[in-house]
């Protein structure tokens, strides 16, 4: 069997030019996706820890022999492979004490040959042991649940309240889909608005915050909401679902818009098997490499209001959002958002064939079509 019919090559040259196409996609100042601010440049940031692991995970194949994909659902790799990455992170340190430095492999390979008249496929499988550690060691992988940081500080004229950007990331387990979780948090505690806000309810220029922070700015509630976004992660849970847990679970936090970005499913000539029409046309590509198909779906919930708190003697509430769910659309509905966005990026090699097979319309249905061609991407088509 030849590299390029081998089916593991192929996956993962699919998956390398999709995420590269994709990462071009959300860092061009010019994709529709920047009406959305500070979106698309956090997405690219796990994007490229996404890349990272498909890297790492491609050098593994170099001494293990597995590694498998959800072929008929998601298109992306199955949760035990990000188990197994996120474990090597952890010890590869340990690990690499116990095999040879590069160049002594090296001499014990030449040695071998001269002896032996045959490869030394043991310590060659050491050879690429120690190469995917040390990249795991040093690489930013996308792990199972990747924390909290917060990306901006502003304040609600408004309000008064300062809020925060945070973002996380998740591999969902279940459905094995990376997503990404961006939230637009109001705080109410007072320490954190005696800090933030001045006497003209504007923010307090004269403190100075590094950002990224790694989790939520707030100290004193930055652990529970770590503890939170973990456990409220799920895909099987709606946006809704999770902006409401958030504003019932924190009295001094009060979610004003929660978005998700589900990469995938994704689809790969020969590999996939989750669409017969798309598998069958995509076969049909003349070149392996593009002959393939990355979907990805923003969703967003948002609050259209704020019923106030109130204090009494015996009992009090906290203030809490109505989230607006646009019932007028059935799959808005469904999702429980107030709007989403599907996207679809190929190769214009793909496309074309798509297109010439009479099924560009029917696949493409409600989705915003990008077109990879020539290092560029194209929208809008």
Known sequence: MTPTDDPAVRYFDAIKAALSGLEIFMRDDRSPLYRHGIVAKVAAEYISRLEKSFACWRNRLGFMETFKISRAESGFPVFQNVLELENDRRSA????????????????????????????????????????????????????????????????????????????????????????????????????????????????????????????????????FDDFTEKNSAYTLSPLTVATNLDKDFEELHPKQLRRLVLGPFYSAGITEHNSTVAEVLSKVRKAENAWLLTWTIQEVYSKAEKPGRRGLFSSEKATQEFYINTDDLEATRQGVSSYEKHALIPHEAYQALYAAGEAQKIFDGYKVHILSKGQVISDV
């Not at 120690?130 to 502003?154: N, W």
């Open 93 to 224: 340190a340990q690990r690499l004490a116990s095999i040879p430095p590069p160049g002594e492999l090296r001499e014990e390979m030449a040695d071998f040959i001269l002896r032996h008249k045959e490869f030394p496929e043991a310590l060659q499988r050491s050879m690429a042991e120690r190469l995917y550690l040390e990249d795991v060691k040093d690489g930013v992988t996308f792990s199972p649940f990747i924390l909290a940081q917060t990306a901006k500080v502003s304040v609600n004229p408004n309000t008064g309240r300062p809020y925060y950007l945070v973002h996380w990331g998740s591999f969902d387990g279940t459905a094995n889909l990376p997503l990404i979780y961006m939230a637009t948090v109001e705080d109410s505690s007072e320490a954190m608005i005696d800090q933030l806000v001045d006497r003209n309810g504007k923010f307090n220029d004269k403190v100075d915050i590094p950002l990224p922070v790694d989790g939520l700015l707030n100290p004193d509630l930055a652990h529970r």
